[in-house]
C-alpha cells in the first residue's frame, strides 16, 4: 500500500515537474508538489494556454464533435472548466484538480450523463447492520489487497452509477462466501431491475435514467441473483429487453443492510463484510486527478453511486494531508479517471455526503 502511494506521489510529481519546469527541485519532491498546487502556477498555464491543452485533450481521450459549431462550443466549456478546476482547486488543496475526459461537459451534462443516482433517501423499511466492534480496526486496510476487487468498469454516457456499486458491493461478498472473484453484469441491472423504493413512489430503478443501489439488491433478491459480466455484458443503453437466464446466476444476495452512519462502524463493516455500496455528491469528481480529496465545501447531495472497499490512515505523507484519514473508493469511469480510476476522500460525514449512505451486501454461500 505505501510503496504504492509513494509510486503515484512520486508519479505526481513528475507530472507537476514536467508541467512548470521553472520550480526547484532542491527542497524535495513533496515540497514541490505542495508549493505547485498551492501556487497555482499549474491551473494558470491551464487558462493561459487553453487552446493547445484543449487539442492534448482532444487527442488524449479521441473527442471528435460533429462540425465546426459544435467544437468551438466544446472549446468554451473546456475553458470554463478550467476556471472551474482552479476554484476546485483553492477550496481542495490536497487533492489535485485539472483536466479529465470530462473536460468539455457542463455540470449538468455531467450529472445527466455519468452519474445516475435517483433518490436521495435510504428506504425507511430497510434492515440495519448489526453495530460491529470497532477496537481491533487496522490502521490501514484495502480489498484490492485482498483480491475482492474486480477491475476497473466504464459505465460509458449512461446514468447507470448505481448498477456499478451494486455489482461491486456483490462481487466482494461473492468472493467473501465463496473464495471466487466473479465480475458480475451491470447490464442485467440495467435491463431488468425495475424494483421501486417503496418509501418513494415513482422512484424506480431506471436504466441509464438512474436508480439506487438498495433497490437492486431488492431486484437481485427476488430474482435469484446476477449472472457473469461476461455472459450478460454491459452495452452501454437501456433500449435493449432484459435477458435474463436463471440458470446461469453467478452470485446471489443471502441479505442486505444499511450500515449506521458512524464512521468507525462504517470502517468495521467493510473489514468484516466486504467493500459497501456508498452514494456520494460528486461534483469535485469532474475535475479530479489524483490525491485525497478534502474539499471545505461541498454539497451533501447525494448523486453518485460508488464502491468503498478501504480506507487510509494518511500517514504516508503528513505535511500534504495533515494527517488526515481518507477513505478508497471505486469509481465506475474506466481507469484512464482520478488515480488509475480510484477516488480518495478525506473521512468525515460532512464530506460530500460520503458516510450517509451505506450498504452491505452478503452472499449465498454456494459454488454457481
Ligand atoms: C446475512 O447472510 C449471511 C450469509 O448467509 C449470514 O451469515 C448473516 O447472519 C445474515 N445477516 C443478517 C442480518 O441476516
Known sequence: MNQ???LLLLLTVFFFISASSSESTSNGEEDILIRQVVSNNYHDDLIQNAERHFKIFLKKFGKKYADEDEHSYRFS?????LERAKRHQSLDSSAVHGVTQFSDLTPTEFRKSVLGLRSLKLPTDAQQAPILPTNDLPTDFDWRDHGA???VKNQGTCGSCWSFSTTGALEGANFLATGKLVSLSEQQLVDCDHECDPAEAGSCDSGCKGGLMNSAFEYT??????QREEDYPYTGNDRGQCKFDKSKIAASVANFSVVSIDEDQIAANLVKSGPL?????AVYMQ????GVSCPYICSKNLDHGVLLVGYGSGS????RLKEKPYWIIKNSWGPTWGEKGYYKICRGPSICGVETMVSTVAAVHVNH
Not at 277 to 281: D, E, G, H, Q, S
Open 277 to 281: 455500496a456508498v452514494a456520494i455528491n
Open 77 to 81: 466549456v473546456f475553458k470554463s472548466n
Open 287 to 290: 475535475t479530479y486527478i489524483g
Open 316 to 319: 504516508y505523507s503528513p505535511i
Open 149 to 151: 476487487v474486480t477491475d
Open 221 to 226: 433478491l427476488k430474482a435469484g441473483g446476477l
Open 4 to 6: 504504492i502511494n509513494s
